[in-house]
Structures are given as structure tokens and as C-alpha cells.
């Protein structure tokens, strides 16, 4: 593999500045003690601490827009209902989707293989490395994407399934550092798993499925526990933002609340 850029040269890259921190941000006080000791231990390890104070900070030019979380929260379809409406305004980016299908399509992968140590990791450094490609195309046609899914995702899906040392090899990657750079610019919006929507999981013959509510709702928590430690500003998306125009005019008024926009 050629050699990455390093954490200061992709820096460069990033359109300046951190997300603001928004509302819902979710911490590490709703989190289980096993993988909140992993969370902790694997960004002592790895991630660099910033002195800046985000609270006050706007991205400089267009924000990147991240939708993520757990399976079957309707991320795809949050962001095909963003791609009609900027096609509409006539401010369509660039639109990432498809990483890991893609990944599992061309290496021979199966859902199954997720969870399966001896494959998993394997399978999550080929997703991270997909997706910081995916986000340099799509930055080399427009300054700015949407995104169904981060570089978070792989590392997450480590944690769960490979343990503390696999998901600190990928924390410890340069594909890692430059997309953690990216995210801190960025829109990051978590479509969040509750109870509440637990009708929501419906088996494709493709994800992976969570084994039970409890489950699909502990992966939510770790997703946001991560961010976290990463210093990712992030949003969680309530399910009780059911309609596909509400969850759209949640998002937007996040993006343009951090500059983007009219």
C-alpha cells in the first residue's frame, strides 16, 4: 500500500475548523462498563486531545453532512431523501453510498464474516481504506459530499466484534487520521436506535442484524461513546422524528446552522 498523508498534511485538506457541539450529544454515562473501559483505553492509546474549544466554532466553507449509526435506522434513506432535496435547490454534492456493500461484494465477504474475528478486522481496514478513497473522489469533484456511513463505522464494528487491540490498529491508521480530521469538520448525524422503533429491524439478507432490541440499541451507544472520545462533535437524530420531510428539515437546519446553506 502507498503511503498515506500524514495527520498535518491532510489538515490541509479539511475545510478549517470543528462542528459546533449540538444538542443530543450523547456521552459515555449511558454506556456499559466493559466497552466504556475499551472506548477509554483505545483513545489513550491513539487519539490526539485538542485544546480548542468547539462550543463556539463553524466550519469554514461547506460542511460535509454524515449520516450514521446502527443498522436499520434509516440512514440510506434519510440520505436519499437529502439527495432529492438538494437536487431540488440545485446544490447536489456528491453523494457516497454503497462502501461496504461494495467492499464485501468485491473481497468475497458475507454478513456473517462481521462478526467473525479471524475475518472481521480484515474486513474493516478494507472498509476504512474504501471510504477515505471513496471521500478524496468525491472531494477532487466538489467541495463538499454527502455520506451514508463514516469511518467511524469500520472501527465501531471492530470493537464489537474483533476487540480492544484490532480497533486500535484501525484508530491508529493513517486512513483514520485523515477522516477523523474530516468528521471534526463536519455535519455528523447519528440516527439514533431506541425501543421505540424497534419494528424498525428488518432483515435485508445483507447487514448484519442486531440480535435484539437490546443489542441494536447498545450499538447506538457505542457509536456515539466513540465520537466522543474521538472529539467528534455529533447529533442524534431521535426516532421520534418519524416523517422523511421532519428528519430532512432536522438535518438541514443543523448544516445551515453551521454556516452552510443560503
Given at each position: 500500500m502507498r503511503s498515506l498523508k500524514s495527520e498535518a498534511s491532510v489538515a490541509d485538506d479539511v475545510r478549517g475548523g470543528y462542528t459546533s457541539c449540538m444538542p443530543l450529544v450523547v456521552g459515555l454515562h449511558a454506556y456499559g462498563t466493559w466497552e466504556r473501559m475499551a472506548v477509554d483505553r483505545i483513545s489513550r492509546i491513539a487519539t490526539p486531545r485538542h485544546n480548542h474549544n468547539v462550543s463556539n466554532m463553524k466550519v469554514n466553507g461547506t460542511p460535509n453532512i454524515y449520516v450514521v449509526g446502527a443498522q436499520c435506522t434509516g440512514k440510506t434513506t434519510i440520505v436519499k431523501n437529502l439527495e432529492d432535496y438538494f437536487s431540488k435547490t440545485g446544490n447536489l454534492p456528491p453523494v457516497i453510498t454503497e462502501v461496504a456493500r461494495t467492499v464485501l461484494a468485491t473481497h468475497d465477504f458475507t454478513a456473517a464474516d462481521v462478526t467473525n474475528p479471524s475475518r472481521s478486522l480484515e474486513l474493516q481496514r478494507l472498509i476504512l481504506h474504501a471510504q477515505l478513497n471513496a471521500e478524496r473522489t468525491a472531494l477532487a469533484e466538489s467541495p463538499w459530499f454527502i455520506s451514508d456511513r463514516s469511518?467511524?463505522?469500520?472501527?465501531?464494528?471492530a470493537m464489537r466484534y474483533?476487540?480492544?487491540?484490532?480497533?486500535?490498529?484501525?484508530?491508529?491508521?493513517?486512513?483514520?487520521?485523515?477522516?477523523r480530521l474530516r468528521m471534526q469538520a463536519?455535519?455528523?448525524?447519528?440516527?439514533?436506535?431506541?425501543?421505540?422503533?424497534?419494528?424498525?429491524?428488518?432483515?435485508?439478507?445483507?447487514?448484519?442484524i442486531p440480535s435484539d432490541v437490546d443489542d441494536w440499541v447498545e450499538f447506538h451507544r457505542q457509536f456515539c461513546a466513540f465520537l466522543t472520545e474521538q472529539d467528534i462533535d455529533h447529533v442524534v437524530l431521535p426516532v421520534a422524528i418519524g416523517s422523511h420531510q421532519d428528519r430532512v428539515k432536522f438535518v438541514i437546519e443543523r448544516w445551515e446552522g453551521m454556516g452552510a446553506g443560503p
Open positions: 469511518g467511524a463505522d469500520p472501527i465501531v464494528y474483533v476487540g480492544e487491540s484490532g480497533a486500535a490498529s484501525l484508530v491508529e491508521s493513517n486512513e483514520w487520521t485523515g477522516l463536519s455535519l455528523i448525524i447519528v440516527c439514533e436506535a431506541a425501543e421505540a422503533a424497534g419494528t424498525w429491524i428488518v432483515d435485508d439478507g445483507v447487514r448484519l
